[in-house]
């Protein structure tokens, strides 16, 4: 642990979200007050559809430094007001539970962000503590009415409850809840608890994470937690603890490595191990071609975790449909970018500057997706300065790779009672095992390094899955035993708020 009684020590993690160049700048910090630069590209704010607004999500970590021990880092609850913006282009809004802000444009326009200096008030003075500032690109999903299911013959998707059509989620569905399995699904294949009006069917507005969690957002996350944490959230706690030597592998699926830099210590402090990534196989880590801004494999309770430390929620089945495809009529058979347009890429021959954060693509096929090719893509690979929806594999939206690359879990299922699960985010901080506990969330207290499930798998994989689960409404695959890292299988958070 650093220890820095005597002078203010922070830490920065900007998130390695070079797809629109996020930038954060190193904080500089003044009683309760902490003062950063931000700016990113490809920013939007539209009234005419898709009505809505690209943001940036940003939190605080904190850690004491006043024993021996190393302390935890804790979510910071932001004061109630003094949070501002330099400039005139942005505004920062505050959610009701204050465990960040989010940056969006003040009125319309499409474009760069230029550099603007964002001031945020912590709950207290800062004095020796450390911290740690993380952002990362959000999308908004505005209030709206939209459909569920497209229209296909199977067993198993949404469906008006009485034939194979799509079923139009309304208002008066959300204010007074969707009722019993059999109103959206034909045989019965929903929540066997009926979903009531606290159950997020996506009619409501919600922020959506723009990408795919990243390996660079997930080692970040890993960094803050306490040695007993990190011990918990190993694919194996037994052959590879935070202890393990320089370069021990703690996850490595489909192109990138997530190993030991710096090891824990467990003999009379306990410290946690520092990880980075070596998607180049050469030991030296955080490279610009170590996979940075690859999507990261993580099993459920690895993937709930990294929520309720983001102050965010896992998305519905309901909302993943919702973020695909808006408030359009449902095509048959679409992808996330709205036509039924498909082009499998090579993860070999189509890529330039392979594994880096300037990762693109040498060619620019309609719907283009990373499927079943067995290697990840950098998120938001198919997206250029001049690609349109379906080019860049956007949705109605401009949420990235929603079809393919890593699976996106989203609250659902067939067999089991899911009907308690409601907007209530992560409060940032998880328990001493590094295990989210969130009221609501699908988690079995009794069993949860073993036995995690109510997760379907949407949108396919660069693992491979049959056509028909890459589409939108595609609802045949949910999660099994603990999340089957392998399988490319991560996703995103959002947040109603
Ligand atoms: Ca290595
Ligand atoms: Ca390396
Ligand atoms: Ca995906
Ligand atoms: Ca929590």
């Not at 606290?198 to 937690?225: D, H, R, V, W």
């Not at 036509?339 to 070999?348: A, E, G, I, L, R």
Request: with cysteine.
């Amino acid at each position: 642990m650093k220890k820095n009684l005597f002078f203010v020590f922070a830490l920065l993690f900007a998130f390695h979200v070079q797809a629109n160049n996020l930038v954060i700048g190193t904080p500089t910090i003044s009683g309760r007050t902490i003062s950063f630069t931000v700016q990113w590209d490809n920013s939007w704010r539209v009234t005419p559809a898709p009505s809505n607004w690209d943001a940036v999500w940003v939190f605080v970590k904190r850690q004491a430094c006043d024993q021996p021990n190393e302390n935890p880092w804790l979510h910071e609850v932001l004061a109630s007001s003094g949070h501002t913006v330099t400039g005139s282009q942005l505004q920062v809004d505050l959610p009701a539970d204050k465990r960040g802000v989010f940056i969006r444009r003040n009125a319309d326009g499409i474009g760069n962000i230029t550099q603007s200096t964002v001031t945020l008030t912590l709950a207290s003075d800062i004095n020796s503590d450390n911290i740690g500032l993380f952002g990362m690109e959000m999308v908004n999903v505005p209030q709206g009415e939209f459909y569920v299911g497209d229209g296909r013959p199977d067993l198993n998707a949404f469906t008006d409850g009485n034939s194979d059509n799509p079923l139009r989620i309304t208002a008066s569905m959300q204010s007074t809840g969707l009722g019993a399995n059999t109103i959206y699904q034909k045989n019965g294949y929903g929540s066997t608890g009926d979903l009531p009006a606290t159950f997020p069917l996506g009619y409501n507005s919600f922020y959506c994470m723009k990408y795919e969690i990243t390996t660079a957002q997930y080692t970040a996350f890993l960094n803050t937690l306490t040695y007993n944490q990190q011990l918990r959230l190993q694919e194996d706690p037994n052959t590879t603890p935070p202890t393990s030597p320089i370069g021990t592998i703690m996850n490595q699926t489909l192109g990138y490595s997530i190993e030991v830099v710096t090891p824990g210590v467990s003999t009379i402090n306990l410290t946690p191990a520092v990880y980075g990534n070596d998607a180049n196989e050469n030991n030296i880590y955080n490279q610009d071609d170590d996979g940075l801004a690859l999507p990261v494999s993580i099993r459920v309770k690895d993937f709930l975790a990294f929520l309720d430390w983001a102050a965010l929620r896992p998305m519905t089945e309901f909302e993943y449909e919702k973020a695909c495809r808006g408030p359009v009529v449902p095509l048959l058979n679409e992808f996330a970018w709205g036509t039924t347009d498909s082009y499998s890429v090579n993860w070999y021959w189509n890529r330039i500057n392979r594994n880096t954060k300037n990762e693109t693509l040498n060619i620019a096929p309609l719907g283009p997706q990373n499927f079943g090719m067995n290697m990840v893509s950098r998120v938001g690979v198919s997206a250029t300065p001049i690609s349109d929806r379906i080019h860049a594999g956007a949705t109605y939206y401009g949420i990235m790779d929603m079809t393919a690359n890593v699976f996106e879990r989203a609250i659902g299922g067939y067999n089991y009672d899911y009907s308690a699960f409601t907007t209530t985010n992560g409060d940032g901080n998880l328990d001493s095992y590094g295990f989210a506990n969130v009221v609501g969330w699908p988690i079995d207290y009794n069993n949860r390094d073993t036995y995690e499930t109510y997760f379907m798998r949407r949108g396919g994989s660069a693992s491979g899955a049959g056509y028909y689960n890459n589409t939108v409404s595609g609802r045949q695959l949910m999660n099994w035993n603990d999340g089957n890292r392998g399988n490319a299988q991560g996703g995103r958070g959002v947040r109603s708020n």
